[in-house]
Structures are given as C-alpha cells and as structure tokens.
C-alpha cells in the first residue's frame, strides 16, 4: 500500500503540478466515503480520516458512544478504549475514537488512486477551460479528427476537441480526415467531460484576424479596420481608416500587386474581398461602400419610420451594378454603414419627388420655388416613359432638381429637429436636477406603478417628469397605467415642481424679514425731519395745543369726537380730500420691533362750506381758545 499510494501521490504532484493541499483534502473526504461503505456506516455519524504523507498510512476516527458492554463495535465503544484518545469521556458521552478497519489498507489504494486519476481529469480538464477562455475571439489550428453530417471534429493543442457546426463552416467547403484547419474560437462552455469549444470560419472576426495576421500596418495599429459586412463564401466589404497621416490604408491592405488580400481570399475558399475607405460623412462614406457602382447622389433622412435611412441616386447603367446580384450589394452597404439603402435610379428618384412636392402640403414652398423647373422635368420624364432616350442635358436637369429639392428637404429637417431640441431642452430646463438623479424604484410612486414605468424605459424620476410635459398620453397608453395610476403621477411630478418653490421661499423668508425690520430705521435715518420746516408752519399758538394733544398717546379719546355733530349742509359740501388744503401734520407711526401698533392720526378741525353769495368754496379751520372754547378762521 505504501509503495502505491506514495508513487501515486507523488506522481500527481510532480507530472501534473497539482496542489498538495486539494489533493490531500480529495484524499482524506474519499477515505471517509470508502469507510462509510464498508462497515455501513450511517450518515449522520461523523467520520474523520487522516492520511501520512510520508508512509502513506490512512487512520480513520469515528464518534462513538461510551458504554459498558459494547454490543456494536460500529456505533459503541468501551470507557476504558474511549479514555486511550479522550481522558475526560464519562459513560453515556459521546468520544472520537480510531476506528480503521483490519482490511482497509488495500481499499484506501484503490480509493486513492480512483481519487488522483479523477483530480487529474479535473485538473487537465480546467486547464484546459481556462486555456481556451483566453483564447476566445482568436484563430486557431488544429487537425480534422472525424466527419460527420454534423460538423467537424477538429484536435487541438492541450489534448482539447473542439467541434466546427455545419453553419459555421463556408459554404462549399470540403474536409477530409487529418486536414489541419484554421479557424475562429467563438464559444467555450464548461462540460462534464471536458470543456466544450466551438470553432467559426464564417465569423466576421475570422475575417479581422485573418487581415491583422496578413497585414502588419494592422496589427501594429497604423489602419484601423472600422467595420466589415460579410456573407461567407461570397462575398465581403471591409471599411479600414489610417491612424497616422501620409498612409494609404486601401493600398495596405490589398499589397503590392494584391498578394495580401489574395492570400485572405484563398483561405477563405475564393471569398471575395472589397476593401474601401472608411469616411466620417455617412454620404461619403455610403458613396463608397456601393462601389464598384458610380453613385450620383446620396441623401440622407435620419429620422424616417424605418429607421435612418439614405437615398443612393444611380444612373441606369449603374443601376444593377449598385445593387448587385440578387441584392448583394447593397445588403453588404447596409451592414457595413449601419443605415438602410434605398437604391433609385435618376428617372425614378425625379419622378419620386416630384410627386412627393404636388402631394405633400408641407412642402408647398419649395413647390412654389421650383415652378419654372417643373416642366421641364415633366417633360423629361414623359421622354423617358415613352421609351425616348434622353440627352445628357435632360439628366443633368433631373438630377439638379432632385438635389435641389432633397437639400431643402434636408435644411427644414434640421429646422424643425433644432426647434425640437430647444424646446426639449426649455422643458428639461424647468424640472429639477436632482429629478434626473432620483432612480424611479426610489420616488413616493407605488411600487407597481414604479415598476411597470421602470420597464417602459423610464430610469429617472426626471425622465417621467419630462414626459408628462411632452406628451403624458404616450404614459396612459402602457399596460398597467389607468385614470387613477395617472392620477398619483400627476400628483408626484406636481410635488416635485413645487419643491424647489417652496425651499426658495423658505429661504428668501427670513430675509424679507430682516429687511422689513430695518426700513423703517433706515428712512428715518436717510430721510430726516428739518425741524426749521416746521416750526416755520406752526405758529406758537399751535404747537401748545398739539402737544397737550399728543401727550396721552396710548389711550385716544374718542369722547371729543363723538360730541361733535356733523351739521346737515356739512352732508352736500365738498370733500376736503380734492380740494387743495393746507396740509396738517400727521403723527408718525412709532416703530416697534416685533409687534406693529396702530397709526396714531391727529385730528384734522377743517371744514368746507359753498358760499352762494360770492360764488366761491370757503375753507375754515377750527382752532382751540385758551378758556377751552373754539374759533373758525377763514
């Protein structure tokens, strides 16, 4: 046992490069299992083992109950056996004494070496794992190993398989056994029996490695491959920019006399390859990706129903080559710019628009710009209908007018995008910032509410917002959201508005305050009384009486007035408040801090009488005596 078990051991750890630690753990946990199996041992038992590296000797311990007649050696062990591994074991306790079978020397070898053959497989089986993730998006080579209707069966480094799907094989390739394949790692999937990786030669990647090994100016980073379009066996459009200025990336890429690419083309089973330049003007750039095709015009609608679409105008001869065999062409312009092509030819793009201009109420004022234009190109297009050939004037007229036209078309577009935006961006404007910061699942709404705006696409509480100032009817249209789910919205955007009204009154409160308090102080301060002013109106006779007047200042006294009686001519006179009368001094209201009191008026002794005689309106003033009787001067 120890010769076996310790060559075992040691040739897992020097060949396989295996951890000491997790195979001495796989080790002792598949002694416990042998021993459960061959005393029958119960689960609920617990059972240790511990394995001696250096002469690889396996004790088993098990826990037991202390007795004192031992009837199952399995479960039960003697007081006086217990003590030999726990002094303190007492009778009825449970102990973990050494309960290694006579016989179990031979069945840890086997166990032990079940154990290491099966770390190995895990081991070389992870390895390779881990191997191939990083493989993963690259090219690899690797000998056909089997044929079926399936796929292939490829062999590769590591001891790995991997299997090449019949659909990602190039149409019209054949394999036969021991061929050496190259192809694209485009998944790796942990397996039971080891990792399973799938191999790709239709991969679009297969083609950007194919050209960064073939092309050094790729690899090192000088061109640039912006976006390639492919249909494997067929046919494939490559877009490549340089990086550095002064580089052909076209030229470097096909090669002197086109080794380079013809050396891609045959790999690919005759593939056929177009390399263009990549342009940052979508037209430009569309412009070329239709070639070989000669293009006479390329405009562009960002914001049509099926997505961005761009007009390519041709002329006839040009058309089927644009187009390409059963679409090709085009399909592959597609995928590589990103937007939908509409290939027309220039009869057919006149005719186009001059319909969409007689048809279309919008665009009423660029029909009324084009009007002397306008026959002629009916003209021209009934030539064309009837079967006439058309000089080359009549096309350029076409095509003048169909460019004149789509760049109006064009620039009230953008008229109408840039109004748009403005006014999206005044409506951003009046929400609150911190809105757009609010997660929707963390605002007042209910959590249902919450939720079902959360998967419309909704992240922010401000995005809610914004759209309920756009159009809050886009909203009530989702599943989930009815009259009164609306109602709650409205509720939490109008609360969020009155936010941040409330924090600026809030604020600004305490101000008006303090400036409330200090104006009366600073008008006195800034605005004083010239004291020579009045005493140049009041006469010595007067300011006796005011005085006495103003003493009792807390309490007024209402009895003087009220004993006065208004005489009945007094009720058809003039009021004094239109007529020009000498002004009387009035009591100024004494500031208080805190609490304001009541305006203190000094009693005004005027009367206005009509005198029929003279014709003329007579102001009296009554004017107290010293022996506390009254006087009218006139």
């Known amino acids: 046992m120890k010769n076996e078990f310790t060559l075992a051991f040691n040739e897992v750890l020097e060949e396989k490069g295996l951890p000491k630690e997790v195979i001495l753990s796989a080790l002792e946990s598949a002694m416990v299992s042998a021993y459960r199996r061959a005393v029958n041992a119960s689960t609920g038992q617990q059972v240790e083992a511990k394995v001696d590296i250096e002469t690889g000797k396996v004790t088993i311990f098990a826990e037991k109950e202390v007795v004192e007649v031992v ?153 640039e491959i912006r976006s390639i379009a492919r249909e494997p066996g067929e046919r494939a459009k490559v877009a490549v920019s340089a990086t550095q200025q002064g580089i052909d990336p076209v030229g470097a890429c096909v090669g002197m006399r086109g080794v380079r690419i013809q050396a891609i083309v045959r790999e690919l089973h005759d593939e056929k390859i177009d390399v263009i330049e990549w342009n940052p003007d979508p037209a430009v ?29 041709v002329s006839e001869d040009q058309l089927s080559l644009a187009i390409g065999r059963d679409g090709q062409n085009a399909r592959l312009a597609a995928k590589l710019t990103g937007w939908r092509i509409d290939i027309k030819s220039i009869s057919e793009c006149a005719s186009d628009t001059l319909y969409k201009l007689q048809n279309d109420p919008a665009l009423e004022q660029i029909l009324e710009a084009e009007q002397k234009v306008i026959p002629q190109v009916e003209e021209a297009l009934a030539n064309k209908a009837s079967g006439r050939p058309l000089a080359p004037e009549d096309y350029d007229l076409l095509i003048r007018f169909i460019d004149r036209v789509e760049k109006r078309i064009v620039s009230r ?159 058809f006179s003039l009021a004094t408040n239109i007529l020009p009368v000498e002004p009387v001094e009035e009591e100024e209201e004494p500031v208080t801090k805190g609490k304001k009191k009541g305006k203190k008026k000094k009693k005004k002794h005027v009367q206005v009488e009509y005198d029929p005689e003279s014709d003329q309106t007579v102001v009296t003033r009554k004017r107290k005596r010293g022996d506390d009787g009254w006087d009218w001067d006139v």
């Open 71 to 223: 009837q199952d050696e399995r479960t039960e062990v003697s007081l006086e056996e217990a003590r030999r591994y726990d002094p303190d074991a007492e009778l009825g306790s449970l102990a973990l004494v050494e309960s290694t079978p006579k016989d179990f020397g031979r069945v840890a070898a086997q166990t032990a070496r079940q154990v290491i053959q099966q770390r190995i497989r895990d081991a070389e089986r992870q390895a390779q794992l881990d191997y191939y993730e990083k493989q993963l998006g690259e090219i690899v080579s690797g000998v056909v190993q089997a044929v079926n209707s399936q796929g292939l069966t490829i062999g590769l480094e590591m001891k790995a398989e991997g299997n090449m799907p019949r659909k990602e094989m190039i149409p019209g390739e054949r394999f036969r056994i021991h061929d050496r394949v190259r192809a694209l790692v485009a998944e790796v999937k942990d397996n039971p029996r080891g990792p399973q990786i799938i191999l790709s030669r239709t991969h679009r990647n297969f083609l950007r490695r194919l050209l960064e090994n073939e092309v050094p100016e790729i690899y090192h980073g000088i061109v």
């Open 285 to 313: 750039f569309i412009a070329k990706a239709i070639s070989p095709a000669r293009v006479s015009g390329v405009y562009l609608n960002e914001r049509a129903a099926g997505g961005k679409t761009a007009t390519v105008v």
């Open 413 to 571: 577009a953008e008229a109408a995008r840039k109004v748009s935006e403005d006014k999206l961006a005044e409506l951003r404007s009046s929400i609150p910032a911190q809105a757009f910061e609010t997660n929707i699942l963390d605002s007042d709404l209910p959590e249902h509410i919450s939720i079902i705006l959360q998967e419309a696409g909704f992240e922010t509480l401000g995005d809610l917002a914004l759209q309920m100032k756009k159009n809050s009817d886009e909203i009530l249209r989702l599943n989930g959201i009815g009259p009164k789910a609306m109602q709650t919205i409205e509720q939490v955007v109008a609360s969020l508005e009155a936010a941040p009204e409330a924090e600026a009154e809030a604020e600004a409160g305490p101000v008006e305050a303090e400036v409330e308090a200090a104006a009366p102080e600073e008008i006195i301060t800034e605005q004083p009384v010239e004291a020579g002013a009045v005493e140049a109106e009041l006469t010595a006779e007067e300011v006796a009486p005011a005085a006495q007047e103003e003493a009792p200042a807390e309490e007024p006294a209402p009895a003087a007035e009220s004993e006065e009686e208004v005489p009945f001519d007094a009720l």
